[in-house]
């Protein structure tokens, strides 16, 4: 998967089970309390030095891109991350856990509260809204109002600003519980890759419109350029296992050409919340993916593959088609090269509907995840010291810092032919899974602006652009240009709190009703007008009152 793609994936579906905490604590009530006042008299040596001498120690959680195989005899306990973070910072980690991936993070934390144990200094959240209020609710975590105010850089507190709804997840009773960590904007906004091999061949064009993807598809079926026989042949690979607005082979983009985004809830007319999926529009997209079933434009395997799968479908050379975003030239493109000689793909702006709507789903706010800090932390300002130097030096380095080539010599950069490069395939034992604790540093827009201006032919200045330009394919920095071109179809998904009472009881249910029936709608089991049925259904199982909860808590968070 692409530098920038981590294993943060695995972490962004919401699992809906409630934990009941056994710690006999609660969550603040919003009252001033010892702590607050610990707060505003905390220690700033360290701080306003920029180093804590002598070291602290403090116990995280390390959660992204703990290798599986360290490099250059690196081990858990001794790493070039850990050593910079020593030297540079005078911070050291102790009892820190190392999760061996999202799932298995997920469990323990949720079993750690549920016995009352006592949690590491700084725990990061995955984006759970449960999760987020199981861990409010143990008392363990303090507000970070006042210390994010006190101690968070501009760039952080900046973006805060401009996406204020970046808050809503993490806010109870009026004060924020967890820091956010900032991602990259519109890095997973869907978009259409094409055999572009096939395309040239069957002197085929741009599909700019579902009727005309449907010719596509049609010739890459019969008419295969490789000579495929037309049952090895399925043009649309999809993932219709747990999720269909889902970061590779999803079909928001589908669904968005009849007016809709499921799985989400979107703003309507009068600008209240509904969810996507009982919209109208969802039942001419399902009717629409029933067609394409019947004429074998989808594998019928397609419910029991997750997106891996899906991408692995595509690398064989058995589908032309691939919904995913911009990263697919870094994976899972590669393989598709190397399994097919002579092929090539191309990204392609998702098509309108027969209304001449358009719609993907849009990655929110510029955010992947969050810290909370313990109560117990003897230093709460230490991560603020951690995050504040990654984001300054690392995110967007200065011409002649320590950091323009990359973080570490001879792990992610080298000089190579006496020239500084990053290209790693001209690195021996190339490596960049460094063991950073808030996950690499990004600038929310900085990197589709980056790879617009290289897609436009303009040359590389900053250091991090010379690292894009070097790291990123040419077929990327197109793709983002093509995904940066189609900016006014992107749907928010405007419900991001936590789950409404009725959502804890229902929605398991809830969805788990959704996904039977689309799936037996779109694999020709159940007539497409057994979408009224469902939406009925919906409404009278708890779907009426969730979208009740759902406006109450919207109008709630969004009140100037």
Known sequence: MGTFKKSWLLLAATSLIVITACTGKSADTGQT?????KDAAVSDAGFTKGKYDPPIEISTVVMFTAPKKYAKGDTKENNVHDRWMLEQLGIKHKDTWYPAGGDQYKQKLQLAIASGEKLPDF?????????????????????????????ANQIWKDHT????????????????YNLPILEYTDNDDTLLWLREDWMEKLNLTAPKTIAELENVMDKFKNQNPDGLSPKDVYPLAISLKSNTNTWLGGLDWLFGAYGTIEEQWNKDAKGNLEYGSIHPGSKQALAKL?????????HPDSALWDENKTGEFWTKGNAGVLPGAN?????????????????KFKAYPVPTGPDGLAGT???NAGVN????INKDAKHPEAIFLYYNYMLDNLANPPAGSKFENGFAQGYDWDIVDGKPTSDKDKIKDFSNDFTFITGPARIP???????????????????YEKQLAEFRKPENWYAAKVVMSQMDIRKQNYFTGAATPTMISKWNLLRQSEMETFNKIIYGKLPVNAFDEFVASWKANGGDQVTKEVNEWFKSVSVK
């Open 161 to 176: 600003t401009q996406h204020p709804e970046l808050w809503y997840p993490f806010t109870r009773n009026g004060k924020k």
């Open 445 to 463: 827009d900085l990197y589709m602006k980056t790879l617009v201006k290289l897609a436009d032919g303009k040359k590389p200045e900053t250091p």
């Open 123 to 151: 725990v990061y959240v995955p984006t759970d809204p449960v999760l987020t209020n199981q861990l409010i609710d143990s008392g363990q975590f303090m507000a970070i109002d006042t210390v994010f105010d006190k101690y």
């Open 33 to 37: 309390d010892s702590k607050d006042t």
């Open 327 to 343: 990263w697919i030239p870094d994976w899972p493109g590669p393989d598709l090269l190397k399994n097919i000689k002579g092929s």
């Open 290 to 298: 029933q067609e394409w079933m019947n004429k074998g434009y989808i």
């Open 361 to 363: 789903k849009w990655q």
């Open 369 to 372: 995840s969050s810290f909370m």
